[in-house]
């Protein structure tokens, strides 16, 4: 195996394990709430210690890796984030006490977010390297790390205690996770002028960078906000079961898998532009379809057009950030904390729109952003630099 070759497996394997851990503890959240005897209010606020972690430490990943280089900072993220999730367990279960739960899980957050930034800088530096479009599909497979962590925890609830199944299948995750960043490419010494405190507040004073993390941002809008309401959404528009609810969710899930899979050889085909503003467009008129719609049926549809259109708006606005492979950490960095912000403020405001207007309605914010997505894309799409 070449060593772009066993780069590229150890970056899949990243984002795999990545989304393995993050989806055993999210099979776990009901347990944890039961054990603490905390309402749905409760829960969601005792998330948000996870969310703020990982936001407050974003601005600061570039610099680890410019530092440590990716597969360092995965490494010693793969450790904090396996930790925190134990402790996590055993505080809420065996111990009972939620502000150590809210303080693990800040950890947790803080780890979890180092180690997307590291994990995409690497795969950045592969797919440059390779000359062939590889981001949408490594993002694929934390969407694969996600069902398998479901899956297992399917299987696992009911007969193996929170404790020993999160600590059971950290262990797995961190020596899997540790023998996969072996084949990193191996860390670029910054040239000469390059720190990483500079190279970090270059990259928050450049206008490109900023103008493609604000089209990051509404792409991750429309990721999030499914991720978050378009179970509700379906509920409450359509009176659907809670149970066909969840499977709306799935199906936007799946039709966005299938793109970021299939998504690789149409952007080398056409060009990163013309995929960004159509993403965005069917994005829009997903959404669009979904609430007007109707009928369920039709909703559905704009369901799965929702998912095609969402799937690729991050992972191109990753790779074009690390095109200058020297700026390239810092640069993702910027583009990842803009981003997470649309995953962590989304809920509220649609939340508190949906209490105005209705649920279903409410998604109608995130199709009007899809208009300045298309219109920065045009703007800050560029060619990849040959490897």
Same mark, same amino acid.
Request: with cysteine.
């Given at each position: 195996?070449?060593?772009?070759?066993?780069?590229?497996?150890?970056?899949?394997?990243?984002?795999?394990?990545?989304?393995? +851990?993050?989806?055993?503890?999210?099979?776990?959240?009901p347990?944890?709430?039961?054990?603490?005897?905390?309402?749905?209010?409760?829960?969601?606020? =005792?998330?948000?210690?996870?969310?703020?972690?990982?936001?407050?430490?974003?601005?600061?990943?570039?610099?680890?890796?410019?530092?440590?280089?990716? /597969? @360092?900072? $995965?490494?010693?993220?793969?450790v904090l984030?396996?930790?925190?999730?134990? +402790?996590?367990?055993?505080?809420g279960?065996?111990?009972? @006490?939620?502000?150590?739960?809210?303080?693990?899980?800040?950890?947790?957050?803080?780890?979890?977010?180092?180690?997307?930034?590291?994990?995409?800088?690497?795969?950045?530096?592969?797919e440059?390297?390779?000359g062939?479009?590889?981001?949408? @599909?490594?993002?694929?497979?934390?969407?694969?790390?996600?069902?398998?962590?479901?899956?297992?925890?399917?299987a696992?609830?009911?007969?193996?205690?929170?404790?020993?199944? !999160?600590?059971? $299948?950290a262990? &797995?995750?961190? /020596?899997?996770?540790?023998?996969?960043?072996?084949?990193?490419?191996?860390?670029?010494?910054?040239?000469?002028?390059?720190?990483?405190?500079?190279?970090?507040?270059?990259?928050?004073?450049s206008?490109?960078?900023?103008?493609?993390?604000?089209?990051?941002?509404?792409?991750?809008?429309?990721?999030?906000?499914a991720?978050?309401?378009?179970?509700l959404?379906m509920?409450?528009?359509?009176? *659907?079961?809670?149970?066909?609810?969840?499977?709306?969710?799935?199906?936007?899930?799946?039709? =966005?898998?299938i793109?970021?899979?299939?998504?690789?050889?149409?952007?080398?085909?056409?060009?990163?532009?013309?995929?960004?503003?159509?993403?965005a467009?069917?994005?829009?008129?997903?959404?669009?379809?979904?609430?007007?719609?109707?009928?369920?049926?039709?909703?559905? *549809?704009?369901?799965?057009?929702?998912?095609?259109?969402?799937?690729?708006?991050?992972?191109?606005? !990753?790779?074009?950030?690390?095109?200058?492979?020297?700026?390239?950490?810092?640069?993702?960095s &910027?583009?990842?904390?803009?981003?997470?912000?649309?995953?962590?403020?989304f809920?509220? !405001?649609?939340?508190? &729109?949906?209490? @105005?207007?209705?649920?279903?309605?409410?998604? +109608? &914010?995130?199709?009007?952003? =899809?208009?300045?997505?298309?219109?920065?894309?045009?703007?800050?799409?560029?060619?990849?630099?040959?490897?």
């Amino acid at each position: 195996m070449t060593p772009l070759a066993r780069a590229q497996a150890g970056s899949v394997v990243a984002f795999a394990t990545n989304g393995l +851990l993050a989806a055993t503890f999210i099979s776990r959240i009901p347990a944890l709430r039961e054990g603490l005897g905390l309402s749905n209010s409760a829960v969601g606020l =005792m998330l948000l210690a996870m969310g703020i972690g990982s936001v407050s430490a974003l601005p600061l990943a570039g610099g680890l890796v410019m530092r440590w280089g990716a /597969a @360092q900072v $995965v490494r010693r993220c793969a450790v904090l984030c396996a930790v925190a999730l134990c +402790l996590v367990a055993v505080s809420g279960t065996w111990l009972g @006490q939620v502000w150590l739960v809210a303080l693990f899980l800040v950890a947790y957050g803080v780890g979890y977010g180092v180690w997307d930034v590291a994990m995409n800088v690497e795969g950045a530096a592969v797919e440059r390297r390779g000359g062939k479009t590889l981001m949408p @599909q490594l993002h694929a497979m934390w969407s694969v790390g996600t069902v398998l962590g479901g899956l297992l925890g399917i299987a696992l609830v009911g007969t193996v205690s929170t404790v020993w199944h !999160i600590a059971g $299948v950290a262990a &797995v995750a961190l /020596a899997v996770c540790w023998w996969g960043t072996a084949g990193f490419l191996p860390a670029e010494v910054p040239p000469d002028g390059h720190s990483p405190r500079r190279e970090l507040i270059a990259a928050w004073r450049s206008p490109h960078t900023l103008l493609l993390g604000l089209m990051v941002l509404a792409f991750a809008a429309a990721e999030g906000s499914a991720n978050d309401w378009v179970s509700l959404a379906m509920i409450d528009g359509y009176d *659907v079961s809670h149970r066909v609810g969840v499977a709306c969710y799935a199906a936007f899930v799946l039709c =966005m898998s299938i793109a970021r899979f299939a998504g690789a050889k149409v952007i080398d085909r056409v060009g990163r532009q013309p995929v960004l503003v159509t993403s965005a467009g069917l994005a829009g008129a997903g959404i669009i379809l979904a609430v007007l719609a109707g009928s369920f049926e039709l909703a559905l *549809v704009g369901i799965a057009l929702w998912g095609f259109g969402a799937a690729l708006g991050f992972p191109l606005g !990753i790779s074009i950030a690390a095109d200058d492979e020297s700026r390239a950490a810092a640069r993702v960095s &910027v583009v990842s904390t803009l981003a997470y912000g649309a995953f962590l403020g989304f809920p509220p !405001i649609l939340g508190a &729109v949906g209490d @105005q207007v209705g649920t279903l309605r409410a998604l +109608l &914010v995130v199709a009007v952003l =899809m208009l300045p997505a298309a219109a920065l894309a045009v703007t800050v799409a560029r060619r990849r630099t040959p490897p």
